[in-house]
Each structure stands twice: as C-alpha cells, then as structure tokens.
Nanobody
C-alpha cells in the first residue's frame, strides 16, 4: 500500500503560480511512476502530467505544456507540480497517483494507477 497526501492548493489570481506537493508513505515511493490528474465539477478526471520512477521521462497534457512542471524528490518521498501562468480553466481538484513500478513508460490514463490521494482544490480567479 502507498498512502498519498496532496497539499499546496488554494485560491490564486489568473496569471499566478502555485506549487502542489504529494507526500507518499508506505511502500517505496521511488519505485513508482507518478501522475497528476484533475477534475472540475461536472467533468471527468483528466490527465495533467506524469513522471517515471526515475524522473527521467515526463509528459504533459497539451493545455498545460509550457506552464506546468512535474518533478519528484525520491529522497523526500515527494512529488511536485509547479503551476505557472494559471488560467481560470485550470481550476479543479488536483490528485496525485502512483502506479507502474519500475516502468519506463509514462501513463496518461487514470486506470493505469493503483493509488490515489484525496485531492487538493485549486481555484483561479479571473
């Protein structure tokens, strides 16, 4: 089992920045690929960004490319999402997820992940 706890969400003006964190406990964090997903009211959960267990490969959804950066510090069991130039359409609950141990593939689908955090709310005012 892996327990994931997100933090760092909040209210920010359009054009502002936030950094989300996801701290893992339980089984070895460093073996898992990690992802960030988001879900806005009335919408399906959607892929935001993902990173392999080593941090050597990352992928981003088109709407966030160039604005968001995913990273991890395995020594601290922590995943990050730096979000810059935020837009009102980025508002959602953001979830981190873990899965696919030791895989060199980055996965974009929620079904590929086994463990999820409880989410952190991001609100962007226009």
């Amino acid at each position: 089992q892996v327990q994931l706890v997100e933090s760092g969400g909040g209210l920010v003006q359009a054009g502002g920045s936030l950094r989300l964190s996801c701290v893992a406990s339980g089984r070895t964090f460093s073996m898992y690929g990690m992802g960030w997903f988001r879900q806005a009211p009335g919408k399906e959960r959607e892929f935001v960004a993902a990173i392999t267990w080593s941090g050597g490969r990352t992928e981003y959804a088109d709407p966030v490319k160039g604005r968001f950066t995913i990273s991890r510090t395995n020594a601290k069991n922590t995943l990050y999402l730096q979000m810059n130039s935020l837009k009102p359409e980025d508002a959602a609950v953001y979830y981190c997820a873990a899965g696919n141990p030791w895989s060199a593939t980055v996965y974009r689908t929620p079904n590929a992940y086994d463990y999820w955090g409880q989410g952190t709310q991001v609100t962007v005012s226009s």
